[in-house]
């Protein structure tokens, strides 16, 4: 895929969070990183520069509101305002991980919704169309009155196995860790044509999960244990054990979005799983890349999306032209 600079009204702009995914997204675009930079005052405040004229441009934005999570949303909320005034014809936020989405609902009395807080936060800034990985609740696509473009990682992470054959000449069964994921784990096992499986657990507190016992069955079988993201991997270490407990063969997790706060890592690497495949969404610094830990990139995903979103052109389409057969899904809101 390449695209034409000249006169094409395109403008794509790394912030802080991901700048290698970003980098990937333009080069698979053929169109270079907009230029800008990003700076701090002596008592932490941020300040941006964009250091081109996009007047009349249309400008993709990019940045996952990961760890550091406060600093990267306040960083994207300036770099829209600015593009704002700048007078940018259409300012386009690409998120790859989407922060505060936990609290999507009101779950105990007094609390908040910071999804739909966020959601008002970077729509009041001005922006006028949003791309999103893997929402971590389907629902957070209707807090935004502008449009939304919801692109799922469940293929590629499916391409991932497709093209391993430990997966498509074995007995294979898909693991969602709650119920919450089941529609999740039940795409990816239309993909691999297996059964799914479903853990039942009880959540005394935030971060802390317990294991109860496993719907299903996965003796004789290699699990595939697969869920939005993985945090400290409490929920996913405790799940591995359980299934290996219960006679698999075999035990990998996969995720869209690698958290990794904490004690994650050691305890990813303290566990019974293979492999642990996640996305590129969020940044992996050095010490979290352990050897379980397999990433796969979304780059060439969003930048395609990119490219139809820019051209008015039909989304849904992309992934059967892509990833080589695999069939892939896309919701889209607000057209």
Excluded: W
């Amino acid at each position: 895929m390449s695209v034409a600079e000249a006169d094409y009204g395109l403008k794509i702009f790394s912030l802080s969070s991901n700048q290698e995914l970003a980098g990937k997204i333009a080069s698979s675009m053929g169109v270079p990183l907009g230029q800008i930079s990003v700076s701090h005052f002596s008592d932490g405040e941020i300040k941006i520069a964009i250091e081109e004229s996009i007047r009349g441009d249309n400008v993709y934005i990019i940045q996952s509101t990961s760890d550091p999570v406060n600093d990267n949303l306040m960083e994207l909320l300036i770099m829209i305002d600015a593009c704002r005034r700048a007078s940018a014809k259409t300012i386009n936020i690409v998120i790859p991980y989407f922060g505060y989405a936990r609290q999507d609902r009101k779950a105990q009395p007094r609390e908040p919704i910071t999804a739909k807080l966020v959601a008002r936060m970077i729509e009041n800034a001005g922006a006028t169309r949003i791309l999103a990985l893997d929402l971590h609740a389907a629902q957070i696509q209707g807090f935004f009155e502008v449009p939304v473009d919801h692109l799922y990682g469940a293929p590629l992470l499916a391409e991932y196995f497709l093209n391993n054959e430990k997966y498509t000449d074995s007995d294979v069964v898909v693991v969602s860790p709650d119920h919450g994921g089941v529609t999740r784990a039940r795409k990816l096992a239309e993909f691999l044509k297996a059964p799914i499986a479903i853990i039942d657990k009880r959540r005394p507190k935030a971060n802390v999960a317990e294991v109860m016992n496993i719907v299903g069955n996965v003796e004789g079988r290699h699990a595939i244990i697969i869920d939005d993201m993985i945090d400290t991997a409490g929920t996913i270490t405790l799940a591995a054990k359980a299934i290996k407990d219960a006679g698999a063969l075999s035990v990998v997790a996969c995720c869209t979005h690698p958290v990794l706060s904490g004690p994650a890592i050691q305890r990813l690497d303290d566990s019974v799983l293979d492999e642990v495949i996640v996305s590129d969404s969020i940044f992996l610094s050095e010490d979290k890349k352990i050897d379980k830990i397999k990433q796969v990139t979304v780059s060439e995903l969003i930048a395609e999306a990119i490219v139809r979103i820019h051209e008015n052109r039909s989304v849904s389409p992309l992934f059967n032209e892509k990833f080589k057969g695999v069939h892939h899904e896309i919701d889209r809101i607000g057209e």
